[in-house]
Each structure stands twice: as structure tokens, then as C-alpha cells.
């Protein structure tokens, strides 16, 4: 279980939230405090206030992947192989076995064809594959990714949900707009103005935004 208690940190005020394990949406306004709240989970950033804890450890203390909404931001060598293989070789794994993981993970992704093109020159949704690649090859047991899907159309952003429910990870944490995605989650959780304006199970919080901009078309329709 996550657990936050009595956290303050800029526009965030939340005395208490329990995240389960599986995938959890966070969903709200712009400027609600959605990637505040990804930054303190994966330990970005630290709390003003207030503790932050995944199984009871400490965020800087268990192995987290994170995916940055601007996919420029993950970056940071100049190939493919090299971005992916990065958090490998800080871990001092030797460079045979580091390549041969990164490998087949970028096989697995179906993006091996990258493998040694320059970051620089991918595109948009080539970089958040990259970047979600980075994050996954070290097997983290959080995996928090801000918007990413922002950059993606529909068939990328299916590739990615497959990849990452594929991999097994005990929480997936993620901030979208995408209100139709987020349905499909095992947990939402809706903030405004910094606050959880609600939280639990998909139907039961989408149920108390009918009527908003954030109720799924899908069922406004019927569908």
C-alpha cells in the first residue's frame, strides 16, 4: 500500500490517501496538483510536510521508474541503447549484460529497430517509448508516468498500457487526461485545487463527476 499522511508541499493538502497496488489514474483540472503529487511519489521531490510511503519505504528507498511528461526531459545520453541501458550500468551491471537486457527489452517493446539511432532526431512518441523503456528496464516496483500519453495517438498509447501490464509491476501511477483511459484503471483518484476531491474505484468516482468535463463519453452514450 501507498500511504501519504499529513503531506503539505505547495498547492498539495492531503491528510490521508491510500493508494492500492495495480494502476492508479490521477485525473483533475490543470494546476489541481496532479505531477506534484507523481514527483512526491517517486521522490522527486520531497514533502514540506507530512510523510510519503510505499510499503511502508521510503520513495527514495525503493526502485521506482518514472516518465516525464516533456519526453526531452528524460533524456539524457545521445543513443538509444545508451538511454535505455543507463540505469543498468549505474547499478555497475557489466556492459555485456547491460546491453543484452536493454536489447530485449527494446524487442519486446517492438522499437529495436531504435537501438542506435540518436535521441535527438526520434520522434515525440519514439522518446516517451525510449524514456518508458529507461524506466522499465531495471524492473521497478513503482512505475509513475506524468501525460505521457499526451504525446501518443490511440494504437501507441494500447502498445504502451500492453508493455507496462505485461511487465507485472505492483503500482503504476498515472497522471492522463484521457478520462476514456483512465475508466480502465483499478483506482482513480480526482484532485482539485490541490486536494482529493474524491477517490476509490473507477465507476464509484466517475459516478460523482457526471456532469463534469471529466465523465467518460463512453458513458454519457451508453457505450
Request: glycine share 8%; charged share 25%.
Amino acid at each position: 500500500m501507498i500511504e501519504l499522511s499529513g503531506v503539505r508541499h505547495t498547492i498539495l493538502d492531503i491528510s490521508s490517501l491510500r493508494i492500492p497496488p495495480g494502476t492508479t489514474s490521477v485525473i483533475g483540472p490543470n494546476g489541481s496538483g496532479k505531477t506534484m503529487l507523481l514527483k512526491l511519489l517517486a521522490g522527486i521531490s520531497l514533502p514540506q510536510s507530512g510523510t510519503v510511503h510505499i510499503d511502508g519505504v521510503h520513495p527514495r528507498k525503493t526502485e521506482i521508474g518514472w516518465v516525464n511528461e516533456f519526453p526531452d526531459r528524460n533524456i539524457l545520453f545521445g543513443t538509444v541503447l545508451d538511454e535505455v541501458a543507463s540505469s543498468l550500468r549505474f547499478r555497475h551491471i557489466p556492459d555485456r549484460g547491460v546491453e543484452r537486457m536493454a536489447e530485449i527489452l527494446l524487442d519486446s517493446m517492438g522499437i529495436s529497430s531504435l537501438r542506435d539511432r540518436p535521441v535527438c532526431n526520434l520522434s515525440g512518441g519514439e522518446k516517451v517509448l525510449v524514456a518508458l523503456a529507461a524506466a522499465l528496464v531495471h524492473t521497478p516496483r513503482i512505475l509513475v508516468l506524468d501525460e505521457c500519453d499526451s504525446h501518443l495517438d490511440c494504437r501507441r498509447t494500447r502498445q504502451i498500457e500492453k508493455i507496462v501490464k505485461e511487465r507485472r509491476i505492483p503500482y503504476v501511477i498515472r497522471c492522463t487526461q484521457q478520462v476514456e483511459s483512465a475508466i480502465q484503471s483499478d483506482y482513480v483518484i480526482f484532485l482539485e485545487n490541490g486536494r482529493v476531491a474524491c477517490e476509490g474505484m473507477p465507476g464509484d468516482v466517475f459516478a460523482r463527476l457526471q456532469g463534469t468535463p471529466f465523465y467518460p463519453l463512453s458513458r454519457e452514450c451508453g457505450i
